[in-house]
């Protein structure tokens, strides 16, 4: 039976529990680093992110067969802890900075940024080289009689520079950047903040489960960012165009000769709905228009038709018929013939929140900025 050394009666923590943990971990910023470096060789944005992820991977590599995690009894306010939140808190505290701004600015701030934290740990390594002893203490009555020592006061020193760092955490999306920046970044800063603060009292007392805890929950905020950075990219992805098609419909034999070859006969099946809605816009552009409509009209059923719209890149039918509002929409914003967003409803959206929402993830502009850009060019 392995022995438990921390935890809870719910969460026994051994050091093989510790290992797994912090290994899985590690792998999940291997994978985030090496998709933002793949990112980076289009976006130079995504360079300083993919160098983090990879930073933290190495770290917590190095921390995983390291069995004091578990066993260890660092006390309070342990240099190693100290010098980590540090470290820990420099590093998240630049995350925001590496999404809207471009890499080459990114640099040399950085290393500005970093100068104190550099200079600190470089005082706190050439105090211990001079033969200084490094105190443990595990109680407050026993730290008050070395308030005033050399490397008591250098912990303190981290933890104040770690302070700052973290406050940095929540201004920074606010005062470092000057581009529109997408909302899940603030939220995002604001939870790796709380994280940071949660860190730091698990660096001052020690607790085995909490830093497990620590790191789990940094990791999903990772791969949190990762994800909405792949969803940002995604929205930046061409989309299949609605095209003309030949003048008349494929009539049923062509479509039945067409049956052996699957992919033929989707691309029959999707010409059909093609030549429906290119010469029945008056049809889709009611709101009351739905998937149900369409098949009832073209007698393509509903398995047939999700079936033909994939294979041509659309990802369901309801974003199909969206796809021709959208396109509809443009047209009659570029013509003049629509000003304001509530005329926006009339290419066949039920409400305004459903036009701006398709209209962003179909086009990566915003319907108000979109609109705004032509009315300032009349």
């Given at each position: 039976?392995?022995?438990?050394?921390?935890?809870?009666?719910?969460?026994?923590?051994?050091?093989?529990?510790?290992?797994?943990?912090?290994?899985?971990?590690?792998?999940?910023?291997?994978?985030?680093?090496?998709?933002?470096?793949?990112?980076?060789?289009?976006?130079?944005?995504?360079?300083?992110?993919?160098?983090?992820?990879?930073?933290?991977?190495?770290?917590?590599?190095?921390?995983?067969?390291?069995?004091?995690?578990?066993?260890?009894?660092?006390?309070?306010?342990?240099?190693?802890?100290?010098?980590?939140?540090?470290?820990?808190?420099?590093?998240?505290?630049?995350?925001?900075?590496?999404?809207?701004?471009?890499?080459?600015?990114?640099?040399?701030?950085?290393?500005?940024?970093?100068?104190?934290?550099?200079?600190?740990?470089?005082?706190?390594?050439?105090?211990?080289?001079?033969?200084?002893?490094?105190?443990?203490?595990?109680?407050?009555?026993?730290?008050?009689?070395?308030?005033?020592?050399?490397?008591?006061?250098?912990?303190?020193?981290?933890?104040?520079?770690?302070?700052?760092?973290?406050?940095?955490?929540?201004?920074?999306?606010?005062?470092?950047t000057h581009v529109p920046m997408p909302r899940y970044l603030y939220g995002y800063s604001i939870a790796v903040g709380l994280s940071v603060i949660f860190y730091m009292l698990v660096a001052v007392a020690y607790s085995p489960l909490y830093i497990i805890i620590y790191i789990g929950v940094f990791t999903v905020l990772n791969l949190y960012l990762c994800f909405r950075t792949l969803e940002s990219m995604a929205l930046e992805l061409p989309k299949p165009e609605v095209e003309q098609v030949v003048p008349d419909a494929?009539?049923?034999?062509?479509?039945?000769?067409?049956?052996?070859?699957?992919?033929?006969?989707?691309?029959?099946?999707?010409?059909?709905?093609?030549?429906?809605?290119?010469?029945?816009?008056?049809?889709?552009?009611?709101?009351?228009?739905?998937?149900?409509?369409?098949?009832?009209?073209?007698?393509?059923?509903?398995?047939?038709?999700?079936?033909?719209?994939?294979?041509?890149?659309?990802?369901?039918?309801?974003?199909?018929?969206?796809?021709?509002?959208?396109?509809?929409?443009?047209?009659?914003?570029?013509?003049?013939?629509?000003?304001?967003?509530?005329?926006?409803?009339?290419?066949?959206?039920?409400?305004?929140?459903?036009?701006?929402?398709?209209?962003?993830?179909?086009?990566?502009?915003?319907?108000?900025?979109?609109?705004?850009?032509?009315?300032?060019?009349?």
């Open positions: 039976m392995p022995q438990v050394c921390g935890g809870c009666a719910f969460f026994p923590m051994t050091p093989q529990t510790a290992t797994l943990v912090v290994s899985i971990c590690a792998t999940a910023h291997y994978v985030i680093a090496m998709v933002m470096a793949l990112y980076a060789r289009h976006r130079v944005k995504y360079l300083a992110l993919a160098w983090i992820m990879g930073i933290f991977g190495a770290i917590l590599t190095a921390l995983a067969p390291y069995e004091n995690i578990v066993t260890g009894r660092p006390g309070m306010l342990h240099p190693m802890m100290m010098l980590s939140l540090v470290v820990v808190s420099y590093l998240q505290s630049i995350y925001p900075l590496s999404i809207p701004m471009p890499g080459y600015l990114q640099w040399g701030r950085m290393w500005k940024y970093a100068l104190p934290a550099i200079v600190l740990i470089i005082i706190y390594l050439v105090n211990l080289l001079l033969g200084a002893r490094i105190l443990i203490v595990h109680s407050l009555g026993e730290l008050r009689p070395h308030l005033l020592a050399v490397d008591l006061l250098l912990r303190m020193s981290a933890m104040a520079l770690s302070c700052w760092y973290i406050l940095n955490i929540f201004r920074l999306p606010h005062r470092l494929p009539t049923e034999e062509e479509i039945r000769k067409a049956e052996e070859d699957f992919n033929e006969t989707n691309l029959r099946l999707f010409q059909r709905l093609q030549y429906w809605m290119q010469h029945n816009t008056e049809v889709w552009t009611d709101n009351t228009f739905v998937r149900d409509r369409l098949v009832e009209a073209t007698g393509i059923n509903r398995h047939l038709m999700l079936q033909a719209v994939r294979s041509q890149g659309h990802n369901n039918v309801h974003e199909y018929i969206n796809s021709y509002r959208i396109a509809e929409l443009k047209r009659r914003i570029k013509r003049g013939s629509i000003t304001t967003l509530a005329e926006c409803q009339d290419v066949g959206f039920g409400t305004i929140k459903t036009a701006r929402s398709c209209f962003l993830k179909e086009t990566g502009w915003k319907l108000d900025d979109y609109l705004e850009n032509y009315r300032a060019s009349k």
